[in-house]
């Protein structure tokens, strides 16, 4: 079988390399440079942010992703030269009110998952770095990967599994006859398949569009700034931590990721004084040690949203061979293992790894 995957970034490219593992033979057509968008600019954190407020559809694709994780990463370091980094740090969720914490417990409880409650005292002796009073729910199990090195691991990958990767090349045509799919094109050059997966994140709609297919995926930016802690100070901040809907997530090295912004801007991925002011301020509160520290670095990328966060995975009816992977919004690092295997599922035909409707372009 001869595929065509649209897009590099994540999703793409994990569904390029399973393909190439059931043996097909598949190119990858990225309109830019891979794996530079959307799936770069994430904090990687391999949760919904609070899980408890999230579809059964979207928790049962991050359930699984949770639990496969560990072993994709240890494929990827024997099939590449770059460590992504998974690593356990557990997520603190913080709340003023431990009332807050009932619908969490709950869930957690309902899921015999591990997760301890630490009023304030218990919280300053295991977060010192963390002065203002708050109550805390860990999640211990819960981890995190580095996105850049996630994905130059990805891309080594399918090189190992001999995927063709084609950079600087966006399809402007998705050909077919008779209702059956027969490839992409880009401009003058075309690319034969028996398969096309769209995988264009943000600019899945653009592409289905091309088609005259009404998909709901719109693009929201999240702004991120990243610091460099002083030297000696590279470990004082342990645990992701999230509160208000923002986050801040330590790197193995010392760097701390604080996000995020959901801002309904088009297409537009500049970043603004007014973000990196607002983040500044929301992580210097929660931790005053990063006031010594320098904001090296702040980005921005475009999530791709459905109007239910929910990823569209599902064959398009009328078009034999074409499938679409995209839709991720805020948690497509977390669903793609489990988004890559059903959609390989539906592919060729196997029993479903879980139940595809809630997953389709027109849900039940
Ligand atoms: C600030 C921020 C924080 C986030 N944090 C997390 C987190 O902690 N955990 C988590 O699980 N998720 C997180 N996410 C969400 C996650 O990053 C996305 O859901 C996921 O990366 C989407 O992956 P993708 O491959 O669908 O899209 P992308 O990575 O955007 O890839 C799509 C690719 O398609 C290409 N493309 C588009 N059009 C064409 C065309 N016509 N022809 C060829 N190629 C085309 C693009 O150039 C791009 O490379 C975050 C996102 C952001 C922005």
């Not at 890559?340 to 479903?352: E, F, K, R, T």
């Amino acid at each position: 079988m001869k595929a065509v995957v649209v897009g590099g970034g994540l999703l793409g490219l994990l569904s390029a390399r399973a393909l190439s593992q059931q043996g097909a033979e598949v190119t990858v057509v990225e309109q830019g440079a891979f794996g530079q968008e959307s799936s770069w600019a994430g904090g990687g954190i391999l949760s919904p942010l609070y899980p408890w407020n999230y579809s059964n559809a979207v928790n049962a694709l991050a359930g699984w992703g949770q639990k496969f994780y560990p072993e994709l990463i240890q494929q990827l370091m024997l099939e590449s030269d770059v460590d992504p980094e998974w690593t356990q740090s557990g997520m603190l969720v913080l709340e003023n009110e431990p009332a807050n914490f009932v619908d969490a417990r709950g869930w957690a409880s309902a899921r015999d998952l591990n997760c301890l409650e630490w009023d304030p005292l218990m919280l300053a002796e295991r977060e010192p770095q963390i002065q203002d009073e708050h109550h805390g729910l860990f999640f211990p199990e819960i981890a995190q990967v580095r996105n850049p090195r996630l994905l130059k691991s990805v891309l080594e990958s399918c090189v190992h599994h001999k995927v063709k990767l084609v950079a600087n090349c966006p399809v402007t045509e998705l050909v077919h006859h008779d209702g059956v799919i027969k490839g992409v094109a880009s401009y003058d050059t075309r690319f034969n398949a028996d398969v096309v997966v769209v995988c264009a994140g943000a600019w899945s709609a653009k592409v289905m569009a091309l088609l005259q297919q009404d998909v709901q995926i719109n693009p929201v930016r999240g702004q991120m700034i990243m610091y460099r802690m002083p030297a000696g100070q590279r470990q004082l901040i342990k645990r992701i931590t999230l509160m208000d809907d923002h986050y801040v997530i330590p790197r193995r090295d010392g760097r701390i990721l604080v996000g995020s912004t959901l801002e309904h801007t088009e297409f537009d991925k500049s970043t603004t004084e007014q973000a990196r002011i607002q983040l500044a301020e929301f992580a210097e509160q929660l931790y005053p040690c990063l006031q010594n520290a320098e904001i090296e670095r702040q980005w921005a990328g475009l999530r791709p949203a459905s109007p239910d966060g929910i990823p569209y995975i599902c064959s398009i009816p009328g078009y034999q061979g074409l499938f679409l992977n995209a839709g991720h919004f805020r948690n497509g690092v977390v669903l793609a293992p489990a988004s890559v295997q059903l959609l390989m599922d539906l592919i060729y035909q196997q029993p479903p790894v879980l139940d595809p409707e809630p997953y389709r372009l027109k849900r039940g």
